[in-house]
């Protein structure tokens, strides 16, 4: 069962990017048994982020169609999210398919539509909270940049 | 860069599905035609956001406030990636746009001019308006020839589909309420519905440049026939009327149909003669305004750097 649960809710997308899960974002934390229940700790990209409720709601309702039935969903503060938890696969559909890229350790960022690495931040806060807006002057596409 | 020998060559470009660039010698009237198809756009976001603001402390518990605090970042946000777009094309600065929208010279959606008079009514915008808002931004996106307006419209539809379902939500609470509940809900349901369809528009007509070049995809009627068929069994299902005395439902195809609408209304309420233009200008000066100071100390900030 703990297996058919992990399995459901790695799958869950995320409701603002419907094409990458929540493992790849890495918002799923562990699933585990505890007595009858099974547990699943997730952990916030950010603590105020109006989309938990919903990531919560389709959690629940995943493990719930294989069958688990005492079930329990728990948003950790620790550990803290980073972009650093984001796989591979998820930046190559987040880039392509969304315009979105991943802020390096050293502030930098690349444009995902022409590679250029001369951004021009134009807002530290875009539509989310976990993004800024740049703006790409080879290509004139604003990129939208996950903050750390 | 791409260049075209004609405007012919060019729409054929366009009709095969190319994309166009900004740095594209496009023809000067596509390059406005698509400029004040975004600004309209980026000015609705933009009124939009200062719509659901007005929520933020109103919405009933701390868990619907949160969310109205993000859909006005949504909103604002959007419209912030758009005006960039906007401005980028040349015809007008963003400061341009700023003034001619608060001057009230330029247009944003209908469905803007209305009073939300109750929290119903802001259920029923949620439910409603957010919903025709993305089906069209949905048929503009499919086959939307200029790039950097597709690229953002991929974005903007992902996050009005989380708008949507928690107007889906919103409704579902509402019909499950109280007598009193499920009464506001069909007042306000009785207010939105016509200015909900409307905001697809009267008919296209046949030789709609928009059509042609691939800025819009679909036909106006198509789009709000569209609608009329998925919103009136929905609203029916939840136990709600809807507010129109024409309405039937065909029993030889099984499709709903409406009666005839009015669009004379509609044109004085673009042209910001609608019910409530007047106060949601001088609320969005006043917003303008009351900002300058924040405006002003990231622009020292930016220089300092």
């Known amino acids: 069962m703990l297996k058919a649960v992990r399995d459901a809710v790695a799958k869950v997308t995320d409701p603002e990017y419907p094409e990458v899960t929540i493992e790849q974002l890495g918002i799923l934390e562990r699933v585990f048994s505890s007595g009858e229940s099974i547990c699943i700790d997730l952990v916030p990209t950010r603590s105020g982020c109006p989309a938990l409720e919903i990531i919560r709601t389709d959690v629940l309702a995943a493990a719930k169609d294989v069958g688990a039935t005492s079930v329990s969903v728990k948003f950790c503060s620790d550990p803290v999210w980073t972009p650093d938890r984001i796989t591979e696969d998820a930046r190559r559909i987040l880039a392509r398919e969304f315009f979105v890229v991943i802020r390096n350790v050293d502030g930098s960022s690349k444009c995902p539509m022409c590679e250029n690495s001369e951004l021009e931040n134009r807002s530290d806060v875009g539509s989310t909270p976990c993004r800024s807006v740049s703006w790409c002057a080879e290509c004139r596409n604003p990129i939208e940049v996950i903050r750390r | ?305």
Not at chain 2, 157 to 174: C, D, P, Q, S, Y
Not at chain 2, 245 to 273: F, V
């Open chain 2, 1 to 305: 860069m791409k260049t075209w020998e004609s405007l012919e060559d060019f729409e054929a470009f366009v009709i095969d599905g190319g994309i166009v660039e900004p740095s594209d010698e496009m023809p000067d009237v596509y390059r406005l035609a698509v400029f004040k198809f975004i600004e309209l756009h980026a000015n609705s976001e933009y009124m939009g956001g200062l719509t659901e603001r007005d929520w933020i402390p109103k919405a009933p518990g701390l868990h619907r406030k949160l969310t109205a605090l993000a859909k006005t970042q949504d909103e604002i946000g959007h419209a912030h990636l758009l005006y960039m777009i906007a401005a980028d094309l040349g015809v007008k600065t963003r400061d341009e746009m700023m003034e001619d929208l608060l001057a009230g010279t330029t247009n944003f959606h209908n469905v803007f001019h209305y009073r939300v008079h109750s929290w119903g009514d802001q259920v029923a915008v949620a439910y409603l308006v957010d919903a025709a808002a993305l089906a069209s931004q949905q048929a503009v996106f499919k086959n939307c020839s200029y790039g950097p307006y597709k690229r953002i419209l991929r974005r903007v539809i992902a996050e009005e589909g989380f708008h949507m379902r928690n107007g889906e939500e919103l409704l579902l609470t509402m019909a499950s309420g109280t007598d009193l509940q499920r009464t506001m809900m069909q007042d306000s349901i009785n207010r939105w519905w016509l200015p909900a369809i409307q905001l697809f528009g009267p008919d296209s007509r046949l030789d709609d440049p928009l059509l042609r070049w691939n800025i819009k995809s679909e036909r106006n009627e198509v789009l709000r026939d569209r609608y009329i068929q998925k919103f009136v069994p929905q609203l029916l299902n939840a136990g709600f009327q809807v507010p129109d005395s024409g309405l039937y439902q065909d029993s030889e195809t099984g499709r709903w149909c409406t009666s005839d609408i009015d669009w004379e209304p509609l044109k004085a309420t673009m042209r910001n003669g609608g019910p409530d233009s007047k106060r949601r200008l001088s609320d969005a000066k006043a917003a303008w305004e009351d900002a300058s100071w924040v405006r002003d100390a990231l622009d020292e900030v930016v220089i300092s750097k």
